[in-house]
């Protein structure tokens, strides 16, 4: 069974560096079939999609992050990451990461438990 | 921009039938598939809906999903609701390399 696991620092002081990592285990994040996703949900709001990858590295980011933002794959861990630069208070959320069919209609059919990273000094 | 918008919440009696729109803005709806999420308070999303009508093992056959082309719109409906229901629920769809999710409805069964 699949499973899904965020971890990384729950405070980050702002203008500081977010970085979470999601371990996969049950599936190879290498697996051809699937891309791997970053979502986040602010306290008390919507799902924003923050970007996804697949294992041979492509990226697809939300334009609004873009800048800031990196997500990147290492298969020898079964792993990928989320870097997101300059953040302030308005990056405060759960941040899921999720698992995807390898093609653009496809739902996010797993998703991790959620990891509240708060934005703060 | 390809946005989808949701009404912030609906209610309904248990044992009714209800439906949640989700109208798309800045494109087709109907041009890639539809999927719709429930989230209880305090857990990840699960997927109730998939490629507009299909249904996951587990979901049980009141919850149903469609696209009304006309309107740029999909809708999901639930039907002989129960108070198990209550939660938000969100649509979401894909267009030209982003994925999107509507804002999300709050559904209370009372």
Known sequence: ??????????????????????????????????????????????????????????????????????????????????KLTSVTAADSAVFYCARHRAYSSANFDSWGQGALVTVSS | NFMLTQPHSVSESPGKTVTISCTGSGGTIARDYVQWYQQRPGSAPTTVIFEEKQRPSGVPDRFSGSIDSSSNSASLTISGLKTEDEADYYCQSYDRGIWVFGGGTKLTVL
């Open chain 1, 1 to 82: 069974q699949l499973q899904l696991q965020e971890s990384g620092p729950g405070l980050v002081r702002p203008s500081a560096t977010l970085s979470l990592t999601c371990d996969v285990a049950g599936d190879a994040v290498s697996n051809t079939f699937y891309y791997w996703a970053w979502i986040r949900q602010p306290p008390g709001k919507g799902l924003e999609w923050i970007g996804t990858i697949y294992f041979t590295g492509s990226t697809w980011y939300n334009p609004s992050l873009k800048s800031r933002l990196t997500i990147s794959v290492d298969t020898s861990k079964n792993q990928f990451s989320l």
